[in-house]
């Protein structure tokens, strides 16, 4: 298995760009996380998903979109990228409910504005 | 806001020494897991405590979980140089039950001299 990937693993954007994230993996894991990681501010939760079709805001869900079309798949989209958006994305999944069970990590997409 | 918080941001030690991390959290939890992320890398999952345990060994690893006073420590014995990683604590957001919101904490910085 190839557990969860991101791609692309940089990305450097103009403000106002738009772009999207991917996430896969290929667990058949019900939930799928995404957290932004900056440095002092630990991980912050922006958007997750229970499952196909079902997706929920986190901590920091502005300027972000997310849609679960598949099991397998959980992009994020930046609408308009803002200097403030510069940071680490993770991507992870889990086979059940995040409190309960481990998360798997992809390796991270480190995305600056400029 | 954070759930979990852990002491100290930063930790330095000798290889073969014991390096102890602490989280404190807020408010009631389920369960609290703590994670292991080694520089440029995703998270690893290193183990989940229920809160009716106290205490909860995984090789190396020493979880312990004080319910009344709001806190988990993490102990890592004989430590090595590969362990040089930052860890997190990460429990339930606030008012979460069943949903997908797990909060981590800003995370301890541990370098282990050789």
């Known amino acids: 298995n190839a557990g969860v990937t991101q791609t692309p693993k940089f990305q450097v954007l103009k403000t106002g760009q738009s772009m999207t994230l991917q996430c896969a993996q290929d667990?058949?894991?019900?939930?799928m996380s995404w957290y932004r990681q900056d440095p002092g501010m630990g991980l912050r939760l922006i958007h997750y998903?229970?499952?196909?079709?079902?997706?929920d805001q986190g901590e920091v869900p502005n300027g972000y979109n997310v849609s679960r079309s598949t099991t397998e798949d959980f992009p994020l989209r930046l609408l308009s990228a803002a200097p403030s958006q510069t940071s680490v994305y993770f991507c992870a999944s889990s086979r059940g409910q995040t409190l309960t069970y481990e998360q798997y990590f992809g390796p991270g997409t480190r995305l600056t504005v400029t | 806001s954070q759930q979990g918080e852990e002491d100290p941001q930063a930790l330095s030690i000798q290889e073969g020494e014991n390096a102890t991390m602490n989280c404190s959290y807020k408010?009631?939890?389920?369960?609290l897991q703590w994670y292991r992320q080694n520089s440029g890398r995703g998270l690893v999952h290193l183990i989940l405590?229920?809160?009716?345990?106290r205490e909860k060994h995984s090789g190396r690893l020493r979880v312990t979980l004080d319910t009344s006073k709001k806190s988990s420590s993490l102990l890592i014995t004989a430590s090595r140089a590969a362990d040089t990683a930052s860890y997190f604590c990460a429990t339930g957001a606030q008012g979460s039950s069943n949903t997908g919101k797990l909060i981590f904490g800003q995370g301890t910085t541990l370098q282990v001299k050789p």
């Open positions: 408010t009631s939890i389920n369960n």
């Open positions: 667990m058949n894991h019900e939930y």
């Open positions: 998903s229970v499952g196909a079709g079902i997706t």
């Open positions: 405590i229920r809160s009716n345990e």
